[in-house]
Structures are given as C-alpha cells and as structure tokens.
C-alpha cells in the first residue's frame, strides 16, 4: 500500500501563484510516475499533469500547458504541481496519483493509490 499526501492548496486571485506538493509514502518498481487531476464542482474529474520517476518525461492537459509545471524530488518521493497564471475556471480540487503504467497515459484507471485531495480556490 501507498498514501499520497498533498498540500499546498489554498485561495489565490486570478494572474497569481500555487504550488501543490504530493509526497508518495514509499517507491516501487511498479510506480511508473506521478500525476495530478482535478475536479470542479458538478464536473468530471480532468487530467492535468503527469511525470516520470526515471525519465525525464512530463506531459499535460491541453488546459494548463504552458501555465502549470510538474516536477519531482526523487530522493523525497515528492511531485511538485507549479500553478502559475492562475484562473478562475482551474478552481477545483486537486489530486495526485500514483500511474501504475508506462505509457504516457491520460486516463484515470491507469493511475491508483489516489491522494485525499487539496482545494484551489482562484478569485476573479
């Protein structure tokens, strides 16, 4: 077993800053990386990012490219969720996961060990 523990979340005004954290309990082999969804009120859950462990690939929704960056600390366990040029429509809760193929893939049934979420509230 896993436990995903985010923080970081919290309110900001729309143009400004976040950064979500996600420490993973422990690694192992079948932890292919890391990614981050959301879910926004009376809306589907959505991808937003995802990361490698051992190469160096990252890739994101079509929502958030070019504004969030995911990163990771291999030595803490810990992915990284940089939310700049905040709006209000990423409000919503934020979960990490642990993606349990190698694929880059988008899809929620490939990630398990889900985290208990962290709330982004971003005003207008």
């Known amino acids: 077993q896993v436990q995903l523990v985010e923080s970081g979340g919290g309110l900001v005004q729309a143009g400004g800053s976040l950064r979500l954290s996600c420490a993973a309990s422990?690694?192992?082999?079948?932890?292919?990386?890391m990614g981050w969804f959301r879910q926004a009120p009376g809306k589907e859950r959505e991808f937003v990012a995802a990361?490698?462990?051992?190469?160096?690939?990252?890739y994101y929704g079509d929502s958030v490219k070019g504004r969030f960056t995911i990163s990771r600390e291999n030595a803490k366990n810990t992915v990284y969720l940089q939310m700049n040029s905040l709006k209000p429509e990423d409000t919503a809760v934020y979960y990490c996961a642990v993606r349990k193929r190698p694929t880059q893939t988008r899809r929620q049934e490939d990630f398990d060990y889900w985290g208990q979420g962290t709330q982004v509230t971003v005003s207008s």
């Open positions: 990361i490698s462990w051992n190469v160096d690939i990252t």
């Open positions: 422990r690694r192992t082999v079948s932890m292919f990386g």
